[in-house]
T-cell receptor
Framework: GENVEQHPSTLSVQEGDSAVIKCTYS??????FPWYKQELGKRPQLIID???NVGEKKDQRIAVTLNKTAKHFSLHITETQPEDSAVYFC?????????????WGAGTKLIIKP | DTGVSQDPRHKITKRGQNVTFRCDPI?????LYWYRQTLGQGPEFLTY????????KSRLLSDRFSAERPKGSFSTLEIQRTEQGDSAMYLC??????????????????FGPGTRLTVL
């Protein structure tokens, strides 16, 4: 089965700076990697995902990079804003044929300092 | 609101009591998932339905837990003889899985607001 590790557990950045959160996974067959954002007291929401057939995907200020050789993927947020403050979770499928059972990282609490 | 809904939002119960939670997925979604989330942790997979069929259960789901999705629409999660360790946020999510030829696409899981269970 898959094992997902996420770092750092807490990240504090100045507003306007960039933030990078990293996750490693154990199953080289994993091929889908979503990132979810969870604001305090709210439900997790998908912000970006990447399939293993690409190395990078961007959506405005958010990007995800995937290194299949090293088995890690990262979330990049540029020009951070106060509303980016939240807990961010990475995830990977439990098994290659299991796009439904996601194994989640422990989360990164992102704090944007004004 | 056409999103995933859960009821109740909060439940306080005494140890040993039974509790039941309900999840209403997005109407056209064929997959439904239950997760448990404790403070400071990511969601932990509990179980999953494809239409009305329960296809997988996590080892986290002891015999005291049971889930149903009788008509392939809403789902219930029951916990019998609750223990203090059951205190957590129980999240439901749904997704629509589509096939393009022989290729299954990954689809976003949409989460409900959760039911926060406190066992005294």
């Amino acid at each position: 089965g898959e094992n997902v590790e996420q770092h750092p557990s807490t990240l504090s950045v100045q507003e306007g700076d960039s933030a990078v959160i990293k996750c490693t996974y154990s199953d080289s067959a994993s091929n889908y990697f979503p990132w979810y954002k969870q604001e305090l007291g709210k439900r997790p929401q998908l912000i970006i995902d990447i399939r293993s057939n690409v190395g990078e995907k961007k959506d405005q200020r958010i990007a995800v990079t995937l290194n299949k050789t090293a088995k890690h993927f990262s979330l990049h947020i540029t020009e951070t804003q106060p509303e980016d403050s939240a807990v961010y979770f990475c995830a990977a499928p439990h098994r290659r044929d299991s796009n439904y059972q996601l194994i989640w990282g422990a989360g990164t609490k992102l704090i944007i300092k004004p | 609101d056409t999103g995933v809904s859960q009821d109740p939002r909060h439940k306080i119960t005494k140890r040993g009591q039974n509790v039941t939670f309900r999840c209403d997925p997005i109407s056209e979604h064929n997959r439904l998932y239950w997760y448990r989330q404790t403070l400071g942790q990511g969601p932990e997979f509990l179980t999953y339905f494809q239409n009305e069929a329960q296809l997988e259960k996590s080892r986290l789901l002891s015999d005291r837990f049971s889930a149903e999705r009788p008509k392939g629409s809403f789902s219930t999660l029951e916990i019998q003889r609750t223990e203090q360790g059951d205190s957590a946020m129980y999240l439901c999510a749904s997704s629509l899985t589509a096939w393009s030829g022989r290729i299954r696409s990954y689809n976003e899981q949409f989460f409900g607001p959760g039911t926060r269970l406190t066992v005294l």
